[in-house]
């Protein structure tokens, strides 16, 4: 069946009732955290809710008051998931989310246009489309793109906006003659029902089951953002349409306003002002590194001058990483010393090193990783590794200051 949200996309409230209500689970995905959510699969008689399908996400919105997290296609059934149980033949008011929908049909009415003119422009074949988030991609049977093709694409599917053409939605019979006469990508193994074509007046016709806008003049504008290598022999465009842009034109405005203000140039001067900044940076890194190796030798032999240095080295250091804490072990010796070094923040996070007898390496190093929340490896009297935090350094110290006196007491 062709649902409401298909027959008339800009309407916002529905009246229906409920078919079914059946106890469910819901897998969603938080801040990359999996949950299972318990609650409800609702059949309704109709829905301007619509079901995720066509490479467009679902709507959302409120059944009876309670919100839709979840709405899919199942045969010619939308089911919406809700965390509460309605009644069976209840009458139910249906509220859309409609920024989030007419975000939507001005990317997907947009992947239709563009579609429709790569292929006549320049015969490339869309293969695939996805409405992301933030930008949306379309998926073209080309191995690349020539210079300015994409500029000349652009410019085409923004005249095709002002020139204000007519979307209309028609729903044929799947034996009917037209049907052939359409762009496609073939239906769904569940497909039921009439076929429903979204045709650009004397631009395109192409099934889908998507929502769409009624007017090519509302999709306002089209970005081509550019494109990039997708995969076997294919390219990936990247746009945006409509409020999209105008969002994407203010942050990249407040973005050039602060690297002004950063950078103290105009915008014109951004790029080459952070590259020669960048260079600085390499060299004073460049730098950096030389005096911390220098600075490694000369506390090595700082240690091995002194009269009464035992058979036991700590150090925290800041800065360094794992050569400047390997110079230290070498230039020291570790045969018959243990040496623990670390560096990073005092608190947080960083690298460590053991080296020393390889007895009490083998014996400690994990347990120094442990307490160091880390994770290490060790061979030949060295055992180093990350640290997810040097909170307990001190207590590592300990642990090593009672292993080394050992050594002293002559123990093996």
Known sequence: ?????????????????????????????????????????????????????????????????????????????????????????????????????????????????????????????????????????????????????????????????????????????????????????????????????????????????????????????????????????????IFIAGNRVLKYAEKSYNIEKSLTVLLKTGADEHVDAVDKIQKTVKRLQKSNLTILRDMAVLIAQNFKNKTDRGNFFSLHNKDGDNEFMNIIANEIGFQDTVIFLTVGEEKGAGLFLLAGPENIVTEVGPRVSELLQGKGAGKAGRYQGKANSLVKRAEAESLLREHSSKLTAGEE
């Open 1 to 237: 069946m062709a649902f409401q949200c298909q027959r008339d996309s800009y309407l916002l409230e529905f009246d229906t009732s409920v078919v079914s209500c059946v106890p469910a689970e819901l897998k969603l995905e938080n801040n990359g955290k999996k949950e299972k959510l318990k609650g409800f699969n609702v059949n309704l008689k109709d829905t301007i809710l619509f079901p995720e399908g066509g490479g467009q996400p679902d709507d959302h919105g409120t059944v009876g008051g309670v919100p839709v997290l979840r709405v899919v296609r199942q045969g010619p059934e939308a089911v919406h998931f809700i965390s509460s149980a309605l009644e069976e033949g209840q009458e139910v008011h249906i509220k859309l989310d409609w920024e989030r929908r007419f975000d939507h049909m001005q990317q997907h009415s947009g992947q239709h246009l563009i579609t429709a003119l790569a292929e006549t422009m320049f015969g490339y074949k869309t293969t695939s489309w996805e409405l992301g988030r933030q930008r949306s991609s379309i998926e073209l049977d080309t191995a690349s793109v020539k210079p300015g093709e994409m500029d000349a694409l652009e410019a085409a599917v923004n005249e095709k906006i002002r020139a204000h053409i007519p979307v209309t939605v028609k729903l044929l019979s799947i034996d009917d003659p037209a049907v052939e006469k359409v762009r496609s990508r073939g239906l769904p193994d569940d497909h039921a029902g009439p076929i429903r074509i979204i045709d650009i007046e004397g631009v395109d016709a192409n099934m889908c089951c998507g929502t769409h806008v009624s007017n090519l003049s509302h999709l306002q504008i089209i970005k081509i953002l550019g494109t990039e290598k997708g995969k076997k022999n294919k390219t990936n465009l």
